[in-house]
Every structure is written in structure tokens, then in C-alpha cells.
T-cell receptor, first 110, second 121 residues
Framework: QKEVEQDPGPLSVPEGAIVSLNCTYS??????FMWYRQYSRKGPELLMY????GNKEDGRFTAQVDKSSKYISLFIRDSQPSDSATYLC??????????FGGGTRVLVKP | GAVVSQHPSWVICKSGTSVKIECRSL??????MFWYRQFPKQSLMLMAT?????????EQGVEKDKFLINHASLTLSTLTVTSAHPEDSSFYIC?????????????????FGNGTRLTVT
């Protein structure tokens, strides 16, 4: 079993819909959680970073962490075709290396 | 804007030759940088941790003599793929911690360069 599980998709939604992404993990030592967006042939771009349970909002993005369930989510409101990309969750324990999920491909159709 | 710059963005080389990829931190000092490799439709795989002024730390299964890492200054790390073969064709991405964006530097989020697509013919 992988330490971080993420549905590969593709997840197809109409423009304007809410995109809901999630990852589950097994390592209870993970404390820091990140979401990255990666366009084809580009490096990952940091979207959200959090280290506590609960919600964190930044513009159209909301990151949610539930440490008791070992579950994190990313919500994208009012999705746009430009949001079409692969979204990677990543997490780490204190002082340790980053562990990535496999990525979810998202397609936002006009 | 970008905080980590990577060059070149793509390179094609012949089998048996060596290729050098540069990774620079922009406007900040990075004592540690990370090199990742990514195959099509797969996630990132950590290859090595580059430490300024000391030897790099390689992940299990990564050949240190094939993937030479030099972190000669606080803003530059290089990855040299020596005697490249077609199976080395991949997307190589470097990253660094941006200071002051986390509880401590090492627990800060990683910022990535835009990657280098290497094709070995």
C-alpha cells in the first residue's frame, strides 16, 4: 500500500463547477500538507500549504485537512478551462522528505 | 513569480554524451536543493538532495556516478547526466525551500523549477 493515495482521474467537470480533489495517507507522522498544480511539460506550482487540521482558503482554492481521518482535500470554486492540469498532493513529517500522491488529472470543459 | 529557475528547458543529446542541467534560486540562498525525475503520467521521484559545500545524498537505486550533482554556491546546483542513454530520457525537475514560508526552513513548502525535458537519441 502506498503512503499517499490519490485517484488518477481524469476528473472532467463543466466550466464554473466545483472541482473536488482528495488524498488519503497512512503515515500519522505527516504534519505538513501541500497541493501543487502541474501543467503539461512544466514544473509543479505550489497552490496551498498548511500544517494544521481544518480549512484554509486562498481565492478560489480551499484546502481541507482532517488528520484524524488521514484525509486531505482541495476544492476549486468557479473552475475555469485554465484550471485543467494535474493536481498533486504532497505531505511530509517534520524534517523529512516530501511524499507525493500520484496526481489527479483535471479537465474543465468550456 | 518564479523563485527557482532551471536551464535548459529541453535538451536533445546523443547516446554516450553528457548533459548538464542548472538550477538556480532567485533572490534567495538555498543551502539545500532537491532533484526529481518524472516519467510521463507519473508522479515525481526524488533522485537526490543537493547540499551546498558537501556531497549530495542520493536515494536508493539512483546511480551517483551517473547523475553527478554539484552545489557549488548558495544559489546554484547542477545535475550532470553522464554517458546518457535513451533510458535516461525523462523530465528532470529541481526544487528548493523558500525561506520564511514555513515553521522552519526545512518544513517550508518546496518550490519547483520548470523542469528540463531530456531526450537521448
Amino acid at each position: 500500500q502506498k503512503e499517499v493515495e490519490q485517484d488518477p482521474g481524469p476528473l472532467s467537470v463543466p466550466e464554473g463547477a466545483i472541482v473536488s480533489l482528495n488524498c488519503t495517507y497512512s503515515n500519522s507522522a505527516f504534519q505538513y500538507f501541500m497541493w501543487y498544480r502541474q501543467y503539461s511539460r512544466k514544473g509543479p506550482e505550489l497552490l496551498m500549504y498548511t500544517y494544521s487540521s481544518g480549512n484554509k482558503e486562498d481565492g478560489r482554492f480551499t484546502a481541507q485537512v482532517d488528520k484524524s481521518s488521514k484525509y486531505i482535500s482541495l476544492f476549486i470554486r468557479d473552475s475555469q478551462p485554465s484550471d485543467s492540469a494535474t493536481y498533486l498532493c504532497a505531505m511530509k513529517a517534520a524534517g523529512n522528505k516530501l511524499t507525493f500522491g500520484g496526481g489527479t488529472r483535471v479537465l474543465v470543459k468550456p | 513569480g518564479a523563485v527557482v529557475s532551471q536551464h535548459p528547458s529541453w535538451v536533445i543529446c546523443k547516446s554516450g554524451t553528457s548533459v548538464k542541467i542548472e538550477c538556480r534560486s532567485l533572490d534567495f540562498q538555498a543551502t539545500t536543493m532537491f532533484w526529481y525525475r518524472q516519467f510521463p503520467k507519473q508522479s515525481l521521484m526524488l533522485m537526490a538532495t543537493s547540499n551546498e559545500g558537501s556531497k549530495a545524498t542520493y536515494e536508493q537505486g539512483v546511480e551517483k556516478d551517473k547523475f553527478l550533482i554539484n552545489h557549488a554556491s548558495l544559489t546554484l546546483s547542477t545535475l550532470t547526466v553522464t554517458s546518457a542513454h535513451p533510458e535516461d530520457s525523462s523530465f528532470y525537475i529541481c526544487s528548493a525551500f523558500l525561506p520564511g514560508t514555513g515553521i522552519s526552513s526545512y518544513n517550508s513548502p518546496l518550490h519547483f523549477g520548470n523542469g528540463t525535458r531530456l531526450t537521448v537519441t
